[in-house]
């Protein structure tokens, strides 16, 4: 395992998150400004023009996008 240096997910779930009503399931997702961050951060990176701190920042929004990911899959499994 390669250790990395990320921004805590805790850190955006007062202000960049929020759910939405998907048929009849409540999902987890990104506000409209945090996902909006998300793809600029991977555009970055896909140019290779990130610094380390918005490095840090796209590691920790990518491993709340795999929390969700997990979450709304088992809700929508349970649904």
């Known amino acids: 395992m390669v250790a990395e240096f990320m921004v805590q997910p805790s850190s955006w779930i007062e202000e960049g998150i929020t759910t939405q009503l998907v048929r009849g399931i409540r999902l987890f997702k990104f506000n409209e400004a945090l996902q909006l961050r998300f793809e600029e951060l991977i555009n970055l ?16 929004l ?18």
């Open 45 to 60: 990176h896909k140019l290779q023009q990130l610094t380390e701190a918005q490095t840090a920042e796209l590691n920790g």
């Open 62 to 79: 990518q491993e709340l996008d795999r929390i969700f990911t997990l979450l709304n899959a088992k809700f929508i499994a349970a649904a």
